[in-house]
């Protein structure tokens, strides 16, 4: 079983939709989640991370943690052409070690 | 620009080729990473360097050597690689912070490796 899970897409929506990015995990050691964003031939860049469970809001974008059931989710609201980007879960736990999830593409429809 | 940068930004090699990559981060971290990119595969760590000291992955392959001459540059050394080694070769660095781990990375925008 991989430590993080994550559905590698690719998903496609109209411009406007809200978009739900998700990831789970096995390992109950996590303990901060990130969201990257990486756009093509580029490398990822940091969207937002959190340390506990529950919600984080940065704009258009909503980072959501349910330690409880392992379940990471990042929301979109409002979805952007220039929101398309593969976009990859990340998490560190005790030990310092990092696991990434595979990535979703996305792309967002004008 | 995230503040690392990385050349080559695209190498194609023969097998039998050395050459290197390097990494540079203008962000005054003490942590420096080697990651390997591949396609419907999560980010693949290589090697760490942080606080000055090395952490391997006894899964890379010894035809991948790493060097860090300092806190802000980073090398990876490439000899006699083959065709599945292909793939984005991605550096990112961090500040370690004692008693609450390794932060949040950032991340150069690549290397695209072809190995013929």
């Known amino acids: 079983q991989k430590e993080v899970e994550q559905d590698p897409g690719p998903l496609s929506v109209p411009e406007g939709a809200i978009v739900s990015l998700n990831c789970t995990y096995s390992?109950?050691?996590?303990?901060?989640f990130m969201w990257y964003r990486q756009y093509s031939r580029k490398g990822p860049e940091l969207l937002m991370y959190t340390y506990s469970s529950g919600n984080k809001e940065d704009g258009r974008f909503t980072a959501q943690v349910d330690k409880s059931s392992k379940y990471i989710s990042l929301f979109i609201r409002d979805s952007q052409p220039s929101d398309s980007a593969t976009y990859l879960c990340?998490?560190?736990?005790?030990?310092?070690?990092?696991?990434f999830g595979t990535g979703t593409s996305l792309t967002v429809i004008p | 620009e995230t503040g690392v940068t990385q050349t080559p930004r695209h190498l194609v090699m023969g097998m039998t080729n050395k050459k290197s990559l390097k990494c540079e981060q203008h962000?005054?971290?003490?942590?420096m990473y080697w990651y390997k990119q591949s396609a419907k595969k999560p980010l693949e760590l290589m090697f760490v360097y942080s606080l000055e000291e090395r952490v391997e992955n006894n899964s890379v392959p010894s035809r991948f050597s790493p060097e860090c001459p300092n806190s802000s540059h980073l090398f990876l050394h490439l000899h006699t690689l083959q065709p599945e080694d292909s793939a984005l070769y991605l550096c990112?660095?961090?500040?370690?912070?004692?008693?609450?781990?390794?932060?949040?990375?950032?991340f150069g925008p690549g290397t695209r490796l072809l190995v013929l």
């Open positions: 962000l005054g971290h003490n942590a």
């Open positions: 390992n109950s050691a996590f303990q901060y």
């Open positions: 990112a660095s961090s500040q370690a912070r004692a008693g609450m781990g390794l932060e949040t990375q950032y």
């Open positions: 990340a998490m560190l736990d005790t030990g310092n070690q990092f696991y």
